[in-house]
């Protein structure tokens, strides 16, 4: 598996699946989840994920992608940072990891992620990063292309730190 990282809107990757960092009612929100839902188009994908019911922190559940370029949207649900003996590396790891057995069960090949938590859930960006590379990169799974999809520059240089010390090319290709 190749893992890129890449700075920009999630929105417009052009990628069989693009993860969402939702909350566990799966009712929209802002961040991500709110960009997302506009793009994809809010009516819509509201009334998918409504249909799906609630999605359990560490668990992940696929849409369509209705108008984005990406057929699918897997909707995974990070933790709240509290003070990091909550559990949350574990959940943060599963979210991860969820969201590639459900991309397996979509048959989708490239999935891109934003970093997931580390916005209104307050995750501090280089552990959630360093989490991220490393599920990511030890979990079985068809996907053969993962974008790591940083919306600053902080974030993006956080995943090329983690890549390049995994010995993996952090550059977009
Ligand atoms: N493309 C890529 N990344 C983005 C985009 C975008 N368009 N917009 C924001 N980010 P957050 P969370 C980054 O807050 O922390 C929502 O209300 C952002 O800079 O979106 O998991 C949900 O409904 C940050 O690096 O998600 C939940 O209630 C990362 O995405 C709650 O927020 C995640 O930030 C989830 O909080």
Redesign the pocket.
Same mark, same amino acid.
């Given at each position: 598996m190749r893992i890129e990282a890449v700075q920009g /809107?999630? +929105?417009a990757e052009r990628v069989d699946a693009v993860v969402n960092? #939702?909350?566990e009612a799966l009712a &929209? $929100? $802002? &961040? !991500? /989840?709110g #960009?997302i839902h506009r793009a994809a188009g809010a009516e819509e994908l509201h009334a998918a994920c409504a249909a799906l019911g609630r999605c359990p922190t560490g668990d992940a559940k696929a849409t369509p992608g209705f108008r984005l370029a990406a057929r699918w949207v897997i909707h995974a649900v990070?933790p709240r940072y509290r003070d990091g003996e909550h559990g949350e590396a574990e959940l943060l790891a599963r979210a991860y990891r969820r969201c590639l057995e459900v991309a397996d069960e979509l048959g989708a090949r490239s999935v891109a992620f934003? #970093?997931?938590? +580390? &916005?209104?859930?307050g995750y501090p960006r280089d552990e959630a990063a360093r989490i991220a590379v490393a599920t990511i990169a030890s979990t079985p799974t068809a996907v053969e292309l993962v974008r790591l !999809?940083a919306? /600053?520059g902080q +974030?993006l240089l956080a995943y090329e730190r983690e890549l390049s010390s995994r010995g993996n090319e952090g550059d977009e290709g």
């Amino acid at each position: 598996m190749r893992i890129e990282a890449v700075q920009g /809107d999630i +929105t417009a990757e052009r990628v069989d699946a693009v993860v969402n960092a #939702a909350n566990e009612a799966l009712a &929209g $929100g $802002g &961040g !991500v /989840d709110g #960009a997302i839902h506009r793009a994809a188009g809010a009516e819509e994908l509201h009334a998918a994920c409504a249909a799906l019911g609630r999605c359990p922190t560490g668990d992940a559940k696929a849409t369509p992608g209705f108008r984005l370029a990406a057929r699918w949207v897997i909707h995974a649900v990070g933790p709240r940072y509290r003070d990091g003996e909550h559990g949350e590396a574990e959940l943060l790891a599963r979210a991860y990891r969820r969201c590639l057995e459900v991309a397996d069960e979509l048959g989708a090949r490239s999935v891109a992620f934003p #970093a997931i938590s +580390t &916005g209104i859930y307050g995750y501090p960006r280089d552990e959630a990063a360093r989490i991220a590379v490393a599920t990511i990169a030890s979990t079985p799974t068809a996907v053969e292309l993962v974008r790591l !999809v940083a919306f /600053d520059g902080q +974030t993006l240089l956080a995943y090329e730190r983690e890549l390049s010390s995994r010995g993996n090319e952090g550059d977009e290709g």
